[in-house]
């Protein structure tokens, strides 16, 4: 109820009655003869306004659906794309946060402030990740215009010093225009354990994977909660409702039922798999007939010249991808299914974007268990070790993204990948509009060129507004996307979206009436979360610039950048004038200097005993610094266990516990080895303070940079202020590279760092404060 209340809220607030207006009007007794009760009215909706459901998937490439080509077997993407329209031009901007906010603002990103990722933000217009006021979302607009809104599942658009319980909340997604949220804010989470909020709360894990919890059916469900609420109690409104899934960026967390429907399908390898995939393209016509297949970039190995383990290996990879797409493919599916049954549904426009970018490559040549971040701060994820843990791919235990061959697979018959916005590999992506008795000529693919921020300027051409001058008091800059309505009914609408730039890392292009200019920089996207310094330090005018005439080289595959020198200085120029327009510059600017939840120069912390659910941003670095930490004791454990303090989860963390009446500190390796230090005797009957401290080895101090990584060492367990154990551990603290995990006094909420049930267990005592000294 209290999302509605919120509504209400923003409802007033955006009514042509002007705060000064209804204060006169308030405090000015009107003539006898105008005396009437009267309210603020709500905005006028339009007439026949559809419900509006947009689907975003992640990190799924152009060729990873069999609706478009590829191998996992979407039959539901099918059906919608039978129902309704195909786009085999349309483009994200080859990276998450950056795709959505033009997405959701039909700006270009860096004129939202989403030049790069959410996690790394620069101090400049276009990178410092605060989304600009003059950049209103669709959602707010739609608000405007009457419409209820929310949004679930993954969000990404939220200065990361403001992710935390104290916010600001003006940036998250209820402050910028949805009604109620449900969904995580990082880049990336756990599917089986996924760090939640509900609006602005934090909030428990609904169950444990154990119990057969999944983030995107839980997404479904909330989802087709909030529309039957809505038809109870504001059914005279239509609702927008943005839809984007954690599915399929890694980890790629999938039920085993799935995976075994997958098995054997893709023994041979992704050099295959393109060249199957090319087939279908054509007789699917999402491509045209002349389109070449473009070749395999340097650097990642053909499928022939692998061993048969290394084969066995990512082969099984892919199963477990393909499984996941499936799986997906069946819960929106059911999204969409429902929502038609509803009041309403017969109204329903469906925008369906599979994917924000190309196939994701951050798994690296051989793939990964670890989390994308964690193996830039180099967790132990050698082959071997995948090989170990073959048969917990897909599951809890491991945070597995597939080798990068896939990536460009799945991305086929374009060039590279994710990360690559110089390249269609990167950006090109379909798109399916499924809105029953609106569209026509469903079996005639769409080839307009078309951009992720045509979203929006659609939506109000359906709804026949124009974007207001001002929204909230401040002025709108224009859209930057165009309209696709006249292609709902016309396949040979003329095209509108006749020039874009793209640029993310330096991978930059631009393309106009039919030609692209294109500048790789120079690093390899499989290598990025270990060649941070090669990005940032390879001059980017350097960097080859490529030409292509798309209007007869859909695939990128001629550069004719030797034969048509002139065009393309024409083209490098234009590029150059977007750039300065819309803040591309300066490129690759450093992320460094950025605001901090936690001061820098601070070294000195005390906690209460009541807080826990902190997230990453809120701790301090400990990698590689040395510290002690201290928990007051106010009321001893009856039962002798419990968590006292922790950080951290399944998949790396540490924990500090009472078990069977003796301090035990565990730390856990990525979810792959745990070290035990625990006390010989038990705690004394008068204890009062816990805790141990942590010296690094010699050698291991604080790197710098975008990721500390974890370092070995020595911990000392403190009683009442007594050193009385110690041990050696290694590569401490394992939360690098987890986005979510949280600090909990108390307990382990969610994700649990111990496999021991005392590890797990909330403290049976009273604590008091906790306080952390960083030498």
Known sequence: MRRFVTYATSLFAATSLSAAAFAQSASVAPAPQAVHPAYPQAPHVPQGAPNILLVLLDDAGFATSSAFGGKARTPNLERFAAEGVRYNQFNTTAICSPTRAALLTGRNHHQVGFGNLMDIPAGFYGYNTVWKPQTASIARILQVNGYSTAAFGKWHNTPRWETSAAGPFNHWPTGLGFDHFYGFLSGTDDQWEPHLYNDTTQIPNPAPPEQGYHLTKDLVGKAVSWVDEHEILAGNRPYFLYFATGAVHMPHNVAPEWIAKNKGRFDEGWDHYREEAFVRQKQLGVIPADAKLTPRPAGLPAWSSLSAEQKHLYAHQMEVFSAYMEETDQQVGKLVDTLRTRPGGDNLLVFYIVGDNGG????????????????????????????????????????????????????????????????????????????????????????????????????????????????????????????????????????????????????????????????????????????????????????????????????????????????????????????????????????????????????????????????????????????????????????????????????????????????????????????????????????????????????????????????????????????????????????????????????????????????????????????????
């Open 360 to 775: 994701s490559g951050e798994g690296g040549l051989e793939g990964t268990i670890v989390n994308e971040g964690a193996s830039g701060v180099g967790a132990p994820d050698s082959f071997a070790l995948q090989v170990a843990n073959y048969n917990k791919l897909g599951g809890p235990d491991v945070a597995d993204n597939y080798a990068a061959g896939w990536a460009w697979a799945t991305s086929t018959p374009f060039q590279w990948m994710k990360q690559v916005a110089s390249h269609f590999g990167g950006t090109r992506n379909p798109l399916i509009v499924d809105w029953p008795g609106h569209t026509q000529a469903s079996d005639t693919v769409r080839t307009q060129f078309s951009h992720v921020n045509d979203i929006a300027p659609t939506i109000l051409d359906v709804l026949g507004v124009s974007l207001p001058e001002q929204i909230d008091g401040v002025r709108q800059i224009p859209f930057e996307g165009h309209s696709l309505l006249p292609t709902f009914t016309n396949p040979s609408a003329p095209e509108t979206h006749t020039e874009q730039y793209f640029e993310i890392f330096a991978n930059r292009a631009i393309y106009k009436d039919g030609w692209v200019a294109a500048a790789r920089h120079d690093y390899e996207p499989w290598n990025l979360l270990h060649e941070v310094q090669k990005l940032y330090t390879s001059p980017a005018q350097n960097d080859r610039w490529e030409l292509y005439h798309i209007a007869t080289d859909y695939s990128e595959a001629d550069d004719l950048s030797a034969k048509e020198p002139q065009k393309l200085e024409e083209l490098k120029k234009e590029f150059t004038a977007e750039a300065q327009r819309n803040g591309v510059f300066p490129l690759l600017p450093p992320p460094v200097g950025a605001p901090t939840i936690v001061p820098p120069d601070k070294h000195d912390f005390t906690y209460p005993s009541d807080i826990s659910g902190l997230p990453p941003n809120a701790i301090p670095v400990l990698a590689g610094r040395a510290h002690r930490v201290e928990t007051n004791v106010d009321a001893v454990s009856g039962n002798g266990r419990g968590v006292i303090l922790a950080q951290g989860g399944r998949l790396g963390g540490y924990a500090l516990y009472e078990k069977d009446g003796h301090l035990v500190f565990e730390n856990n390796i990525f979810g792959q080895t745990h070290e035990v230090i625990a006390t010989g005797g038990r705690l004394p009957a008068h204890v009062t303070k816990v805790g141990y401290a942590f010296t690094p080895d010699a050698g291991h101090a604080p790197q710098g940079g975008l990721w500390q990584p974890p370092t070995d060492g020595t911990v000392q367990l403190l009683v009442n202020g007594t050193i009385v154990a110690r041990g050696k551990i290694h590569k401490y603290p394992a939360v690098a590279g987890s986005y979510s995990e949280t600090f909990d006094i108390g307990q382990d909420r969610g994700s649990q760092v111990s496999h021991d049930p005392a590890g797990k267990s909330s403290y049976g005592g009273k604590l008091g404060a906790t306080h952390l000294t960083i030498q």
